[in-house]
């Protein structure tokens, strides 16, 4: 009797301690601190550099659009740049309904130039929720804070696009624990163009390449895969899979030539091509091509210089199953 009085004691202590932990995590985080007051300097070469790095390198533009997934690679149609709406849901494994934010100034023109960099750096909304973390605001945190301001001041000139995006749902315990997810950035100098590893590990961070081309569990990269590809997005006719892209010779693309590499982006800004419309039940790919191809040769060739220097991984990856 003792004993079971002893165990009860000890249960009713941890349940205690689990539900002020509960409690406290619901009401007191995220705490990140409050937006910044900032004035984010919008001069044309500003504008111009934050164009290039939200389209064609950080991508947002891509997550925050409705993509057109009846063609490759989902191209954003014209004239909806940014405008949100995109669908992280249950069906490709995420845990709940989560929509990209519209960015256009119909969204974002009453939120101030700290509101903004706080959500992209920190992963704070403007009315203080967490943002769930497949918006990469972990890695933009690791950006030259300069690069952020710049995307930022182009973000202001988004022509507006009248479009209501509904609120996330989360599941429960992860509505919870995404309280833990944000944090306060950690920004880095963007390095110099010629010190090549290095300014294509910036460039990898701000791309995410990691974040896909990579196993996962529970929205984390799973640690020892990093760059082994594994990453599954699910389809209605199957499953995709991301590719190995370290320099493994047979598994990863070790028989690449620095610029095959870039080749294989830049096809998609030749003139001649255009988006291919899906057959039915075809696997898409869930890779931008299209974003990515506008980066210039130069930053193409700093991350293939970037993925040399990565530790290579014999994992062979099956990228379709269909159905």
Known sequence: MKLLKALTIVIGIIILLGLIGGLYIHYALPDVGDAPDIRVNGDSTSIERGKYLATHVAVCIDCHSLRDWSQFSGPVPAGREGSGGELFGREAGFPGTIYSTNL???????????????????????????????????????????DVYNIIAYLRTLPSIKNDVPKPELDFPVSLLNKLAPSPPEHQTRPPMNDTVRYGAYLVNAAGCVDCHSRQDKGRVISGTEFGGGMEFCQPGGIIRAPN???????????????????????????????????????????????????????????????????????????????
């Open 104 to 146: 256009t100034p119909y969204q974002l023109s009453s939120w101030t130039d700290g509101e903004i960099y706080r959500a992209i750096t920190s992963g704070i909304g403007k009315d203080g929720r967490a943002l769930f973390p497949v918006m990469g605001y972990h890695r933009f945190g690791q950006m030259d804070k300069v």
């Open 245 to 323: 892209i370290t320099m493994h010779r047979e598994a990863g693309i070790g028989a690449w030539t620095q610029e095959l590499f870039v080749n294989r982006f830049k096809a998609y800004t030749d003139t001649a091509y255009h988006p291919k419309p899906l057959a039915k039940g075809e696997l898409n790919s869930p890779m931008p091509w299209t974003m990515y191809a506008g980066m210039s040769r130069e930053d193409l060739r700093a991350i293939y210089t970037y993925l040399k220097t990565v530790k290579t991984k014999a994992s062979s990856v099956q990228i379709r199953s269909y159905e």
